[in-house]
Nanobody, 124 residues
Framework: QVQLVESGGGLVQAGGSLRLSCAASGSISRVNAMGWYRQAPGKQRELVASITSSGNTNYADSVKGRFTISRDNAIDTVYLLMNSLKPEDTAVYYC??????????????????WGQGTQVTVSS
């Protein structure tokens, strides 16, 4: 059974920082691209940042210059360092992973594995 376990969410004052972590586990052959999405009340889930297996990154315009995504391939973990947090960043943050899994003599690749979500609340 594949799991994406997130941690690091919480309550922080505007201008503060948080670091989110997401660790993938299971019968994983390879962790391909990984990313962070968020969903605020009354809004659709949106991409915050992503990172490819080769290390290329992409950020939503609203977080460029403030957030940094990184990964540790040795432990199948992706991080999101969030600096200069704003009340508008308040949302449930979800980890996403494109995984190649062992399935008998084959590999199964799917890009829609999700963590359970972690709440980030920025006060003002």
């Amino acid at each position: 059974q594949v799991q994406l376990v997130e941690s690091g969410g919480g309550l922080v004052q505007a201008g503060g920082s948080l670091r989110l972590s997401c660790a993938a586990s299971g019968s994983i052959s390879r962790v391909n691209a990984m990313g962070w999405y968020r969903q605020a009340p009354g809004k659709q889930r949106e991409l915050v940042a992503s990172i490819t297996s080769s290390g290329n990154t992409n950020y939503a315009d609203s977080v460029k210059g403030r957030f940094t995504i990184s990964r540790d391939n040795a432990i199948d973990t992706v991080y999101l360092l969030m600096n200069s947090l704003k009340p508008e960043d308040t949302a449930v943050y979800y980890c996403n992973a494109d995984l190649s899994l062992y399935s008998g003599s084959y590999l199964r690749r799917r890009g829609d594995y999700w963590g359970q979500g972690t709440q980030v609340t920025v006060s003002s």
